[in-house]
Structure formats: structure tokens, C-alpha cells
């Protein structure tokens, strides 16, 4: 199971998914251009001693990111507000990256339609979004549930 951050703008928040990567084994890939310079500094606060522990690859932007996971033959299953498919309806598989989008503006038309598949986490009517780390743990745990996939 993979985690890809399209384009982050906040290095806490990214600090605190890659700290979670970390304590659940999975690869953290981030797609630049990000919002701050991705540097260990950058992660430091969040992300504290476990940054040593989780493996990251970075990648220079989406259309790399896309040319790599197709080559992996990874299924790209993009969490978004605009799916109507809820994300514990959907089969989890070790051979799917799943997206988040930018926590100011999601992914561009481009990006949404390259995705295999479209997840919601739905939320109260009139409030918009989960904080991304806490929508990553909570996607991450069912996917890794149904995958077996959690640390011994």
C-alpha cells in the first residue's frame, strides 16, 4: 500500500502523514511542486525522529508521478469531495496508490480524471473536509484492515 500528497501545502500536516507512513510501513510518495521546501527541517516538528523510518520518494510532478505508477501497474484511487463512492464500500488492494489532493485547492480536473477510482469521506451536510492527516489515517486503517496489511 502506498500514500501519494499531490502538491502539499502544509509541512505539519505532511510531517504528520509521513510520522503515520512511518508507524504503519507504508511508502509516502509526494508530488512537487509543494507548497514549502520538502526538507527533513520542513517535516522535523510533525514528523519528529520517525522521518529516519519511512520511505519517501518524491517526484518532480504529477505527469512523473503518473508515468511511474502506471509502469508499477498501480491503481490510483484518488480521495476527493467530489466522489460519491464511499470509502468503506471500496475494495482495498496492495496494488493501489491512493491520492490525496492539496489541503487548499484538491487536484485539477486532469488529475481527478486520471484516477481509476474516486472516494469520499463523507462528512455532516454544510461542512466541507477531515484536517488531510486525520482523513489518511482513517483511509490508511481501513485499507490496511482489509489488506491485512497492519505491522506484527
Excluded: K
Excluded at 477510482?117 to 482513517?138: D, T
Amino acid at each position: 500500500m502506498r500514500i501519494a500528497l499531490y502538491e502539499p501545502d502544509i509541512p505539519q500536516n505532511t510531517g504528520t502523514i509521513l510520522r503515520t507512513c512511518a508507524c504503519l510501513g507504508l511508502e509516502a510518495h509526494i508530488i512537487e511542486p509543494a507548497g514549502f521546501p520538502v526538507t527533513d527541517r520542513a517535516f522535523r516538528r510533525a514528523g519528529m525522529d520517525y522521518l529516519d523510518q519511512v520511505t519517501i520518494v518524491r517526484h518532480v510532478d504529477f505527469a512523473s508521478f503518473d508515468a511511474w505508477r502506471r509502469q508499477e501497474r498501480l491503481t490510483l484511487v484518488l480521495m476527493t469531495t467530489a466522489a460519491d463512492q464511499h470509502y468503506l464500500e471500496h475494495d482495498f488492494r496492495d496494488e493501489q496508490v491512493i491520492l490525496f489532493g492539496r489541503e487548499s485547492a484538491g487536484v485539477p480536473q486532469a488529475v481527478h480524471d486520471a484516477a481509476d477510482v474516486r472516494l469520499v469521506i463523507p462528512v455532516r451536510e454544510g461542512l466541507r473536509s477531515l484536517n488531510i492527516a486525520v482523513s489518511m489515517a482513517m483511509v490508511a486503517g481501513e485499507a490496511l484492515r482489509q489488506t491485512a496489511g497492519f505491522p506484527r
